[in-house]
């Protein structure tokens, strides 16, 4: 049973590390005893003495008899009668015997650090409890007559300058009982004590950071109220992402171009927006716009491409999967996966498509007709065209492994 | 062999996943039964039976034809059935998807092109040698024609082996 070790890959075995116990010296966690040993187990079973193996590491030679000096030292802490008992206590023992068994132990239930037990840490060890001599049994709660006589001494007692201060004073040193003073202010208990004092925590953010952050709050609602139009708080409504989060999104206006409507009273121009929408982190949309007022057509755009944003698979949160190609109109492309640190060597439009949904490594080639918004448009359904490989598993039935995965866990 | 003869089972191929067929069949030969065998082997497609004009019956559980079925059996090949034997292949489709992409040929009737062990490796690996497209999507298989028979390019490298290049999966 050795369910402490650790998960080796079969192909380390060479690169194994000599020594088999661990390097770093912990505490034991698990009660079951963990076996560092690669060898298969003999067929009888090994019974030895703890220690036996482990190699001495004191002579008999390092043993010797006390010194006149040593034995002076010695006569100013002990009698003369405990001085005698120590001597013949030293006499009794065999110094061959002393340095067998004075040895570092190898068994498996060994520590895996070195301590004399000296000293009791708190935590560590075990909880620091106030002693059990501080209880006491025999206490009595103080009767209203008694409570009345300190609050007698207290007035009789008052200087002539008194501040409320010497109030909180008095009311914190009243005691409620008679009897041992400790069993009331710090008495024994069985139960465990908390490591940290009253309103300390770990993880508490400071005072100042806390008054930051709140004021930090208010000054958005105020932005907010600000800038919370019709529009918006139907995008809210149907998306369900806060104000905040539409704030972060990476959004960019890549096609602005104006259009005409050819009627029986003229030409009706319009401006027309092409924007895209991400969070740089996976989440792409595309959303077009068109109105008589420019910046109405570029929100109109935006909020219409929050509102399509649309999870892009990504291999490794940096590139794609496979190579693949989009098509509309008469511009196709064809967007490549690429290794670590290439870059994104893609034209301007793809690029900022590609920032929008946080892909760091990317090559395209647009052929045919380089028509900007079909090119985003194409761009768009290449990037939604990608197969997940664990969906080309599951339908043929086949596994397929990331060797990069396997070999490098991804971080190559 | 033919590559005339495959380069229409690639499009028969291609025209029957288009057309969401469950089954189909193509002309029987030993080439096309070994690449149907490879592409069975990869996932791609569901049953390779040899049968003759009309599709063979299906397997009572399953829902297609088996070449191990004990109740109808395989008709044996003979000289009088040769001409007319066909080889009927199961189509898979997954969440509405073609299993069996595009299938290309590489190796054109005109144009044969064959790849070494060293070839082969720089194509496993995504790159291009001897004008041959590198594997570089999620997936996808080229078939090659070798001594030990019809393989994928990935066992071709296992096994160093080179070959005639026959199709492109996607």
């Known amino acids: 049973m050795s369910f402490a070790r650790p998960a080796r890959c079969v192909f380390c075995s060479f690169s194994r590390a000599a020594t088999q116990s661990t390097r770093v010296p912990r505490r034991q966690f698990h009660p079951s005893l963990p076996q ?20 001495s590491s004191a002579k008999a030679t390092d043993f010797k008899p006390y010194t006149e000096e040593e034995k002076a030292y010695l006569a100013k802490e002990y009698s003369a009668a405990q001085l005698e008992a120590v001597e013949a206590g030293e006499a009794a023992i065999d110094p061959k015997d002393l340095a067998k068994q004075l040895n570092e132990r190898d068994d498996p239930l060994k520590l895996n650090y070195v301590d004399d037990f000296s000293v009791i840490e708190p935590g560590i060890d075990r ?24 609050f007698g001494r207290f007035f009789a007692e008052l200087p002539d300058d008194a501040t409320g201060a010497d109030f909180a004073k008095f009311a914190d040193e009243l005691r409620l009982t008679h009897g041992k003073e400790e069993n009331e202010l710090n008495s024994h208990s069985a139960l465990v004590p908390d490591l940290f004092g009253p309103g300390e925590t770990l993880d508490e953010p400071r005072a100042e950071e806390r008054k930051t952050a709140a004021e930090k709050g208010e000054k958005e609602r105020s932005l907010e109220a600000e800038e919370m139009t019709d529009a918006l708080r139907s995008l809210l409504l149907a998306t369900g992402y806060t104000a905040d989060q539409v704030r972060d999104f990476r959004l960019k206006t890549l096609v602005s171009h104006s259009v005409v409507n050819q009627t029986r009273l003229g030409k009706v121009r319009r401006a027309y927006r092409l924007s895209i929408a991400g969070n740089g982190n996976g989440l792409l949309g595309i959303g077009e716009g068109k109105s008589e007022e420019a910046s109405d057509a570029k929100t109109q755009s935006q909020y219409r491409a929050i509102r399509n944003m649309q999870p892009v698979p990504r291999y490794e ?3 794609i999967f496979g190579d693949v190609t989009g098509k509309v109109g008469a511009v196709s492309l064809q967007l490549m996966h690429r290794p670590p640190g290439f870059g994104l060597r893609v034209q301007h439009l793809i690029y900022e498509m590609c920032r929008a949904a946080g892909i760091h490594d990317l090559a395209a080639r647009v052929s045919r007709s380089r028509n900007k918004m079909n090119t985003v448009k194409a761009a768009y359904e290449a990037l939604m065209s990608q197969r997940d490989p664990e969906e080309i598993a599951r339908a043929r039935g086949r596994k397929m492994v990331d060797v990069r995965k396997v070999y490098y866990a991804g971080k190559v | 062999m033919s590559l005339v003869n495959l380069a229409a089972v690639c499009s028969h191929l291609n025209n029957a996943t288009k057309a969401r067929l469950g089954l189909t069949s193509i002309p029987n030969s030993n080439l096309h039964l070994k690449l149907c065998q490879a592409l069975q ?21 399953l829902g297609y034809p088996t070449a191990n079925d004990e109740i109808e059996g395989v008709e ?12 009927w292949l199961g189509l898979k489709y997954w969440q509405n998807e073609s299993v ?13 092109i064959n790849l070494n062990v060293e070839e082969l490796r720089r194509v496993v690996r995504g790159h291009e040698a001897n004008h041959v497209d590198g594997l570089r999507s999620p997936g996808e ?14 066992e071709c490298v296992e096994k160093k082996l080179g070959g005639l290049v026959l199709c492109r999966v996607l």
Do not use: C, W
Request: avoid cysteine.
């Open chain 1, 317 to 319: 949160n940096r590139t």
């Open chain 2, 100 to 112: 069996l992409g595009k299938v290309q040929m590489v190796s054109k009737p005109t144009r044969r």
């Open chain 1, 36 to 55: 560092f040993n690669d060898r298969p187990k003999p067929d009888v079973p090994v019974i030895k003495a703890f220690g036996k193996s482990a190699k």
């Open chain 2, 76 to 87: 044996p090949i003979t000289r009088d059935n040769v001409a007319s034997r066909r080889l």
């Open chain 2, 41 to 61: 082997n990869s996932g791609y497609i569901s049953s390779v039976v040899r049968g003759g004009p009309t599709p063979p019956p299906m397997h009572p559980i």
């Open chain 1, 127 to 150: 909880h620091v409890r106030s002693p059990q001599s501080n209880s006491d049994y025999n206490f009595k709660f103080k009767s209203e007559d008694d409570f009345v006589q300190d």
């Open chain 2, 141 to 154: 298989s080229l078939y090659l024609s070798t001594d030990r028979g019809v393989l994928e390019a990935r």
